[in-house]
């Protein structure tokens, strides 16, 4: 029966989008990052990635590629970076479906950046990583 189904609550885990300079030190970009602030490592670790929302003066629908990157594993007290992202997608809902599992479990969250919220105002150091961005 569906009430005897464990669904593991996922703590510790998050996602960050950084605000960074590129290779080069010439430009800015923006990478996204899941991070592992659990004292132990997660295993296999997949995330999924889409945006989706409307365009506000046409009313039309947008959505994007579905994206899947297999991280591996990640440390304890650590960070993997899952994609670049791109200020043109800023105006849409973006999501980031992590998998991963831990002691024989899967665990499994979403975790959604609403449009317009991954803005200078709403950034804040990121712990791990001591950078700018905003972390859900």
């Known amino acids: 029966m569906r009430k005897d189904i464990e669904i593991p609550k996922v ?5 960050a989008v950084v605000k960074e300079l590129n290779d080069e030190k010439t430009a800015e970009v923006y990478n996204v990052y899941v ?4 004292s132990v490592q997660i295993e296999n670790v997949l995330v999924a990635s889409k945006g989706y929302g409307e365009n506000k003066t046409t009313g039309e ?3 994007t590629s579905i994206l899947r990157h297999f991280i591996g594993n990640v440390e304890g007290n650590s960070y993997a970076k ?3 992202i791109v200020e043109d997608v800023f105006g849409i809902s973006n999501e980031y479906w992590v998998s991963f ?3 024989g479990k899967m665990y499994d969250k979403k975790y959604v950046f609403l449009a317009e919220t991954i803005i ?3 950034m804040k150091t ?3 990583l001591e950078q700018s961005g905003v972390m859900i």
């Open 35 to 38: 991070l592992n602030q659990k």
């Open 126 to 128: 990121i712990p791990i």
């Open 101 to 103: 599992s831990l002691d």
């Open 61 to 63: 629908k947008i959505k």
């Open 120 to 122: 200078d105002d709403n």
């Open 82 to 84: 899952i994609e670049p």
């Open 11 to 15: 703590e510790g885990v998050s996602v």
